[in-house]
């Protein structure tokens, strides 16, 4: 087991200065001025300063868990979704380190182990939650690394972009209902912001590194992106119980988190939302970095498809 990253240091600070590092979190634009090519230095400056630039010293030690009514706290701790939740994190911090290790470029090195810091803040956050509402867990499993490193670092970054996609739409459901109160989701916000700026960061080092790679080597690599595009829909279907260390916890957060939180949901609504909240963490990044593009198309392509049946079925 590969040992986890320390989270990147983190300082008390004021209400202002919290303020201020939320709006940093959410806006960023690369001081370099131009166009900026796919796969140059310039476009590895951007992506690699982007998670520098705008961390959020947010510190898991002080967050405020507020006090919860007997029916709200029945609801939180009743959600098949804390230890699923907390696997995730752990697994994708080690993940990343593991990755880390075998970069040579030393700006990206630093980023994956900032990114790797912020999956273990993740986990903090939400072993502090647990504890702060006595919520019931299983005890921690031994979380072995895959042997390919590689494989393991596309594992993560293309789950974080599918469950990104559908947390956004679950958050803000949660938010809109009430079924989470208003500061529990206060202080959930920053950890929900960060894993967009995860993976904005992992599509430009997808851009970067297919752009950087000779065709031999590129060939290759996109049959391993295809396999592990295969690997997920398998783990999404249950299929994949445990391949190389990477057992099915991943797949079934959002889907088990959808489950509780509204079972008759409207799946088109929800899509709808999805769509809209990605668009809005998005925006107020530079232009010039690329956004993740594939779950955003899917998403489209099923709203499109839901509203075209319910069209149909509604004659």
Not at 118 to 141: F, G, N, Q, T
């Amino acid at each position: 087991m590969y040992d986890l990253p320390l989270a990147p240091t983190e300082t008390a600070a004021s209400e202002e200065e919290v303020i201020s590092a939320d709006f940093q979190a959410r806006h960023w634009v690369f001081p370099e001025p131009g166009a900026i090519k796919v796969g140059s230095e310039a476009h590895y400056r951007m992506f690699t300063a982007l998670l520098g630039a705008t961390y959020n010293p947010y510190k898991p030690a002080v967050l405020d868990w507020p006090k919860l009514d007997a029916d709200t706290l029945r609801r939180i701790t009743s959600l098949p979704i804390w230890d699923i939740a907390v696997q995730t994190e752990i697994k994708a911090a080690a993940r990343i380190a593991f990755y880390s290790q075998t970069v040579p470029h030393e700006a990206l090195r630093a980023a994956l182990l900032h990114m790797a810091g912020e999956e273990a803040r993740h986990k903090d956050v939400l072993s502090r939650l647990v504890a702060a509402y006595d919520i019931s867990m299983e005890p921690e499993p031994y979380y072995a690394l895959p042997n390919d490193a590689e494989w393991g670092w596309l594992v993560t970054g293309f789950s974080e972009c599918i469950d990104s996609f559908f947390a956004y739409g679950l958050f803000e459901m949660a938010k809109r209902s009430g079924y989470f109160p208003e500061k529990l989701v206060e202080t959930f916000e920053p950890v929900v912001q960060e894993e967009g700026r995860h993976i904005l960061f992992f599509a430009n080092w997808l851009a970067w590194h297919r752009a950087n790679l000779p065709w031999h080597r590129r060939v290759f690599f996109e049959l391993k992106v295809w396999a592990v595009w295969g690997f997920l829909i398998y783990e999404r279907i249950g299929i994949a119980k445990d391949v190389d260390g990477l057992e099915g916890a991943d797949a079934n957060f959002t889907m088990n988190g959808s489950a509780a939180l509204n079972e008759n949901m409207d799946p088109a609504a929800f899509l709808a939302i999805c769509l809209e909240e990605d668009k809005k963490r998005m925006a107020g990044y530079d232009l010039r970095l690329k956004r993740p593009t594939t779950m955003p198309f899917l998403g489209r392509m099923g709203l499109t498809a839901l509203r075209l049946k319910q069209r149909i079925m509604g004659r």
